[in-house]
């Protein structure tokens, strides 16, 4: 990657705020549209021209909202495809979470589009402040400490890896249901109790806290009905959530669906790991 | 300690109300009062009559406010003299934190006082909740995660080493700032960063969150001008602190100073943890 | 999987005979073969008589010396055909490491032949025993504590998360060289520092202890001539191992290539992960 | 502290070589006597003349073999007095556990000597190369590995703790056998299972290892007799140790006593502890 790059970061929330001025703190240029709340006026552009030479244009995580850029930092409400006509065939255009339209637009433009969200890297990255999030929310919600606790985890995947490790390092007692048998070899090695996640509806009574991870049904009403009382349930699985929320409403068992953590409760942190993943992608590229 | 004990719970906030429920869960014999919105009826006394036949009397901590019972979770306004004029000479009375006062009019009565809360096992066990207490102040105010973060701890006593195990266990980078030479070893055991605590103000811009422990003047006006910008101090050390407050207001730094934090984080586990230090008490007294 | 079964476990080391007692101890009928030095006699068999009517026969791992049995606790040698003869078509043979010749004749044979060393979860099971071999041979080498020592764990697969999660246990500062983008964003998120493997020779010369984990040639001349003198060299990786066995004798470092480390240094713990996984198997074809 | 001081190390072990190097390449001026195969000749002196100038000198650990200079590393027999009668009045000498019969010369010549083998933070420091040692028995003794064993720790002071942090970090399911109500309080901060140590009888059928760091008499026939088969037992308590160990030898239970571990184990960093703890006295003393 070259040391000296041209960015334009335009759109987003403050996670585009902090890689605009964390990509300036390395020693790039960069330029931002749409995020005047976010950053200071030396940063900012008043219109797209120049962009069309940025060796980088980096729109935010959701890109979209509707057919409008994401812009929660400002009060322009720019077409995406404005966006798309101020950038010349060939250039490099990472996105967030790119819809099928953006795609189809900017491949007409002839644009390098890369989604930086679909990078493996940043998944695992993310990981962190998701995990933080829900252990926030955890200690906000429970009368007792995480420490001592007994919690269960529901999957062993990356977030799943990522509560395992934060919640025993708090001294949490932590089980992991899973049904992969390498996935329950893995809570073995990590030190904790194991459940079989097809079974589940026998084994929940004991926890103070479950965490799904899992996007797919996991805790119907049998599960639900089995819960000790004042046990919380916290859901991280993007939609339609892992959860019979209609269940848990009647049988009266606290659950709180946390999506998109990461943006919320650590911006900056999650707005590096959005940089060093464009670091890798240029990088990768050659540019 | 026998297995079926007659206790009295008088006043108190949920950490008694926790208390009496699991007294009565272990199969002793439980009567509240003055704690009506804490526990159900079963477990309400109307009146004081029937406490001189206790094995344990058990005040809130701390006891008193003013020269009355501390009793948040009851309409009724009980004076201090008139529980202790409702026992007997040499019934056990366990106080939390136990004025002169108090004392004074225990020992007319020729009350057997314990002041629990000069326990060290309580002590310790409520580092726990104080330290999760303190996470979660970070978690909340922090735009970064704790996990890669840079943290100060001041002070290596009993809250030290709680706060160094959960943030390093949430995979912080912990430093501790100690004065005595075998406090700053068991910082290097710990596989922490040692600063001196008397030359703190050369060190200290690098930190992202400060948590002080220590009932002394540790971060003054010199300490608090070298300070990262939109690092977080918080103090959790007893009056009067260990930050200069006035000074930390001009310099636009901003200081939590978060005291009692196991009732209020985590009223369940520290009630269990008073239950603990009750059954040591009455073990060591061959009751 | 049935409660009770009839297994035969025929052949191998101290992990064979573990295995045999702790199915013998989980209610099974459980009988060995060659295996005379490993197990009492009421599990010894006199021939292979009465295993065509086991639910399951376990040859060890590696299954094979050369075309006989691989039986270091008895004095027989028994041809590799001559156990296949005994069984019956259709029967299921559970086989560690199986060779190509074996699967062919088990295949002549009709036999359900499994090779349960291909299993991922067994490969998770035996990291643990594999990392803690390597710390003992560095425990037991360096003259320094790894506590506080500077390690470097090349590879982030399976053995190097074990690796890095027990040296880190230790208070060892660890660091994780790798080359895929995931791989170090893992590395960051367990607290490790993170070296790029394709540039480790600039970068070795911090280093107390070097393990290396991937199976192709990491550790050349020009890496190893910028170890620190006294830097110990463990390679775990299968043949032909990552070190330049040559130029590591010329330049003086101290190599150790350490393989099949679970069966030597922890025989009970690898015996009892093969017991998990045939009961896996057995599961998963609903023995 | 000042920056360049003139240290004489005389006599001692691997330790005291790793000492002198490393006071040498803090760019201190060092001379060593009786120490021949533990440095090289620039760091050797041929006689003592010159040590009477030299702002520290420093004896070993322990500093005697009856009345000569404990010198594994010398062919040379020194006797003590013939070292004190180098030295001028008010000289500092540093002493590793200094004897009555020492302590008594020294005063004769009005020596200042301090025994830094008495300093708590050394202590402290040792506590980390003896509970490695000790892992490592465990390690080369046991056949199954720490980690998922059972291990019980007898005893929570300085030891017990760091054999806490470093078998639970290596994934060992970790209980702590102790008297007083806040070292139960501790054990349970750090996540371990407790026992009365009063009633050890009763609990040790569970355990896979025990090591015990209490210099009284832990482990009788009566205790010793509840083992499970096959449970190792480490005494790490200085003489007369904690085991009964006539008693152990009659019954099978396999116990080694261990002493001494940092300076066999762990020379170079139980050397560079001395170091430590000499520049706090230095300092202290405003040298």
Not at 172 to 181: E, K, M, P, Q, T
Not at 276 to 287: A, H, P, R, S
Request: glycine share 10%.
């Amino acid at each position: 990657m070259r040391e000296r790059l041209n960015f334009w970061v335009i759109g987003g929330d403050p996670r585009q705020a902090t890689l605009a001025r964390a990509l300036n703190e390395d020693g790039h240029t960069v330029h931002t549209y749409a995020l005047e709340r976010g950053v200071e006026p030396p940063l900012r552009a008043d219109s797209l021209a120049g962009a069309a030479i940025a060796d980088c244009v980096i729109l935010p995580l959701p890109a979209a909202d509707g057919e409008h850029l994401n812009a929660p930092l400002s009060d322009q409400r720019v077409p995406l495809v404005q966006i798309l006509d101020a950038l010349r065939p060939g250039q490099l255009l990472c996105v967030g979470r790119a819809a099928p339209a953006l795609k189809e637009e900017a491949e007409k433009r002839r644009l390098r589009l890369v989604d930086y969200f679909a990078r493996e890297e940043l998944a695992v990255a993310n990981a962190v402040p998701t995990s933080e999030g829900a252990i926030q929310i955890a200690m906000e919600e429970l009368p007792i400490t995480l420490h001592g606790s007994r919690v269960l985890i529901i999957g062993a995947g990356r977030l799943g890896k990522v509560l395992v490790q934060q919640l025993k390092g708090l001294g949490a007692n932590v089980s992991v249901a899973a049904r992969r048998f390498d996935h329950l070899a893995w809570a073995q090695v990590w030190g904790c109790g194991v459940e079989r996640s097809d079974q589940l509806d026998r084994w929940l009574c004991g926890y103070d806290l479950i965490v799904n991870t899992v996007p797919a049904p996991m805790l119907n009403r049998e599960e639900l009905s089995g819960l000790k009382p004042g046990c919380l349930v916290i859901d991280l699985a993007s939609k339609p959530g892992g959860v019979d929320f209609a269940a848990a409403s009647e049988l009266g068992v606290k659950v709180i669906w946390a999506l998109s953590l990461p943006g919320k409760t650590a911006p900056v942190s999650a707005g590096l790991a959005v940089k060093t993943v464009i670091y890798n992608i240029l990088t990768e590229l050659g540019v």
